[in-house]
């Protein structure tokens, strides 16, 4: 199992941009597939980006060209830079960790919240 700690949320204008940061401990991180998935009020979770264990990357049609997941395996940290953020963006935000050979989540973060004011 793989414990997840999120961190970077905030309160912002729409326009601006927040960086979060998630920092995992246990081993082989680098064997992991990583990702952030968000959940707003009254709404389901969904996926946000993600990162696969060889550095390739995919993100929802909702925030393409605006949000960009990267990962530091020397520091088992996750990241997900947010540009251009709009109302729409305001959730909470929670990282997550797959076995990359298996799929099998191995980890969920307690999630950390984005709110973007107009």
């Known amino acids: 199992q793989v414990q997840l700690v999120e961190s970077g949320g905030g309160l912002v204008q729409a326009g601006g941009s927040l960086r979060l940061s998630c920092v995992a401990s246990?081993?082989?991180?680098?064997?992991?597939?990583l990702a952030w998935y968000r959940q707003a009020p009254g709404k389901q979770r969904m996926m946000v980006a993600r990162?696969?264990?060889?550095?390739?990357?995919n993100y929802a049609d909702f925030v393409k060209g605006r949000f960009t997941i990267s990962r530091d395996n020397a520091k088992k940290t996750l990241f997900l830079q947010m540009n251009d953020l709009k109302p729409e963006d305001t959730a909470v935000y929670y990282c997550?960790?797959?076995?990359?050979?298996?799929?099998?989540?191995?980890?969920w973060g307690l999630g950390t919240q984005v709110t973007v004011s107009s």
């Open positions: 990162i696969f264990s060889n550095s390739i990357t």
């Open positions: 997550v960790s797959f076995r990359a050979d298996t799929e099998i989540v191995t980890g």
């Open positions: 246990g081993n082989f991180f680098s064997l992991h597939d």
